[in-house]
Structure formats: C-alpha cells, structure tokens
C-alpha cells in the first residue's frame, strides 16, 4: 500500500520576521495591505514596486503573514517574484528591504533593476 503526502502549495514569496516586523509597524493599526509588483525601469528591465493597498486587486496572490500582515503579490509579477524572500535588514544606520529573488538574470549595477531568467 502506498503512502500519499499532502504538500500544501508554497506562497510566491516568503517575508523573514525581520521584514514582517518592519512591514508591521509601517501600517500601525490601519487594517491596510503590502502589495508587491514590478514595473519596467532601469537599464536592465524591471524595478519592484512596494505599496500600501487597501485590498488586494483581482488575480493577487494573497498571502497571510500574521494576525498583523497580509500581503499581496499581483498577477503579472508572480513569474518574477517565485521563491523570493523578503528581508529587512540594517546597513549601517540605515535600513533596507533586500529581495533575496533566485530568479534574477542579471541586475544593475546601482541595484535599481533587474532581468529574469527566461
């Protein structure tokens, strides 16, 4: 007799708890959302957009951080963001969200934008 595993499906993106933190108190008590995208830009391609929303648009990946965090992915962007981790750390004295994306072709050298394998 064979023995099935259930495998839930893994999100598009993962946030550290370092970045969830950070993500936390940005919205303070507001019952908004983090919504990732991209855009074209920059001389390689795409930039990532991070952005308060209200609620996630029709097609998001919707995901479920804590009782404190729901973030969103948009459609079109989750070919580009699949398997990248969020993280929050400190440079210095200053503090930056690193997108740890294992499907980057190529960025700029400034760090602004990116390609995709394809």
């Known amino acids: 007799m064979a023995v099935e595993t259930f495998v ?3 999100s598009v993106i993962t946030v550290t708890p370092s970045a969830a933190r950070h993500f ?3 919205l303070g008590d507001s019952q908004q ?3 990732f ?3 074209e830009s920059g001389c390689t391609g795409y930039a990532y957009v991070v952005d308060f929303a ?3 648009e029709a097609g998001d990946e919707v995901i ?3 009782d404190k965090l729901t973030v ?3 459609r079109n962007a ?3 963001l699949r398997d990248t981790e969020i993280d929050y750390v400190k440079e210095g004295i200053n503090g930056v969200l690193k997108f740890n994306n294992p499907n980057i072709a190529e960025a700029c050298g400034c760090g602004e934008s990116f390609s995709v394998k394809s």
Do not use: F, G
């Open 8 to 10: 839930p499906a893994a």
């Open 24 to 26: 936390e108190q940005k």
């Open 33 to 35: 959302i983090i919504r």
């Open 37 to 39: 995208a991209t855009r």
């Open 54 to 56: 209200e609620a996630p």
């Open 64 to 66: 479920r951080v804590s």
């Open 72 to 74: 969103a992915v948009a």
């Open 78 to 80: 989750i070919p580009m």
